[in-house]
């Protein structure tokens, strides 16, 4: 199993997870489209989400150079348009850590299309080793996730203290 398996399900996990919040609940990513007098309905950031989380399932289960590229695209874009709302909590300000966990797992989603990875076929091809990466791969998502959303509210906190 290639060592990159873990650190992409965690950049695709991401992705779904992110996605999934805002399709349940946009409210917090229209308000940070509108305050940059972007396009914002409920409709376009649902959409936009359904796209997201679709992005990142189909690189976990699909793979290949084509959706990792995609995944790849969508943290760049991410990296260039550092906003709040991505998992639903309005008081989490953008935060310059945004910006570099960004470029890593866009690195990550890089790297994982010229390899051409396809996550699920590598879990399934090793089960046992398999289950290992994807529990540790989910305790990575959990730290990658506090990092997007609990280090800048706390960074915050610290500046206001």
């Known amino acids: 199993m290639p ?9 695709a996990a991401l992705l779904v997870l992110a996605g999934a919040t ?7 990513t229209v308000g940070a489209l509108r305050a940059l007098r972007l396009p914002s309905s409920p409709a376009l950031v649902r959409g936009g ?4 989380a679709a992005i ?12 990792w590229a995609l995944v790849a695209a969508s943290y760049l874009a991410f990296a260039g348009f550092v906003s709040c709302g991505c998992f639903g909590h309005e008081d ?3 935060h310059p850590v945004h910006v570099v966990l960004d470029l890593i797992l866009g690195g990550v989603a890089v ?7 396809v996550p699920a076929d590598e879990i399934a091809d090793a089960p046992g080793p398999g289950a290992v990466v994807v529990g540790l791969s989910a305790a990575a998502l959990w730290l990658v996730y506090a990092a997007f959303v609990h280090l800048p509210r706390a960074s915050l906190r610290r500046q206001d203290g």
């Open 92 to 94: 989490t300000p953008p």
């Open 111 to 117: 790297a994982a299309a010229a390899q051409g990875l």
């Open 3 to 11: 060592a990159l398996t873990g650190p992409a399900l965690v950049a």
């Open 49 to 52: 989400a359904a796209a997201e």
């Open 22 to 28: 805002k399709l349940v609940d946009p409210a917090n």
């Open 56 to 67: 990142g399932a189909a690189a976990i289960v699909v793979g290949g150079a084509a959706w």
